[in-house]
């Protein structure tokens, strides 16, 4: 059975304190790793897509890469916008096209 | 703006009450999942349908349905409505195999 494990939970940094988030899994036949932002009473906004060991994608101040175990999002002098909860899912071979989710890390970014 | 909008945002209602909740995916996309999200579990898969049929199934129960109509919208059926049905219910769509998924901002169900 696929496996998503994000860390840590919850993260507070200070306005440009550069940080990564982690998310370790387990799959069958790696399709894709995905990357999202959630605010509250919002639904998942896409960032990225990984798909093969080493594969890196950059969006302004983030940052993913990707190994066969794990990825990190890499946030690099992040600002009070920044602030939200980031979920990882992957897709494998085994379940169709469904996502399956980590339990994400909040994230708050003070001045 | 995703592109992919959900009906009602809100839904109140009480134990054994059926609802239905209804999605219009992005234009294009013919695929269309949809998610359950509540604070213990985070987001689970509960269903797939592809232009009209059943492509995958997740850890949906026997009192809820799904369906996808020609005109690509989606509509989710939940019956026999216990409390611990209360969550968000997102939908998303797709334009293709390994495409990114996107989200509409949820109905949030709330069962008194």
């Known amino acids: 059975e696929d496996q998503v494990t994000q860390s840590p939970e919850a993260l507070r940094l200070q306005e440009g304190e550069s940080s990564s988030l982690n998310c370790s899994y387990t799959?069958?036949?790696?399709?894709?790793l995905f990357w999202y932002r959630q605010d509250p009473g919002k639904g998942p906004e896409f960032l990225f897509t990984?798909?093969?060991a080493g594969e890196e994608k950059e969006k302004e101040r983030l940052k993913a890469t990707l190994t066969k175990k794990e990825s990190f999002l890499h946030i690099t002098a992040p600002k009070p916008e920044d602030s939200a909860t980031y979920l990882c899912?992957?897709?494998?071979?085994?379940?169709?096209?469904?996502?399956?989710f980590g339990k994400g890390t909040s994230l708050l970014v003070t001045p | 703006d995703s592109g992919v909008t959900q009906t009602p945002k809100h839904l109140i209602t009480a134990t054994g009450q059926r609802v239905t909740l209804r999605c219009s995916p992005r234009s294009g996309d013919l695929s269309v999942y949809w998610y359950q999200q509540s604070l213990d579990q985070g987001l689970q898969f509960l269903i797939q349908?592809?232009?009209?049929?059943?492509?995958a199934k997740g850890n949906i129960l026997e009192r809820f349905s799904a369906q996808q109509f020609p005109d690509l919208h989606s509509e989710l059926n939940l019956s026999s409505l216990e409390l611990g049905d209360s969550a968000l219910y997102f939908c998303?769509?797709?334009?293709?195999?390994?495409?990114?998924?996107?989200f509409g901002d949820g109905t949030r169900l709330s069962i008194l």
């Open positions: 990984l798909y093969s």
């Open positions: 998303a769509s797709s334009g293709g195999v390994n495409q990114p998924q996107h």
């Open positions: 349908y592809y232009n009209g049929e059943e492509r």
């Open positions: 899912a992957v897709q494998g071979s085994n379940s169709g096209y469904a996502l399956n």
């Open positions: 799959v069958s036949g790696l399709r894709g």
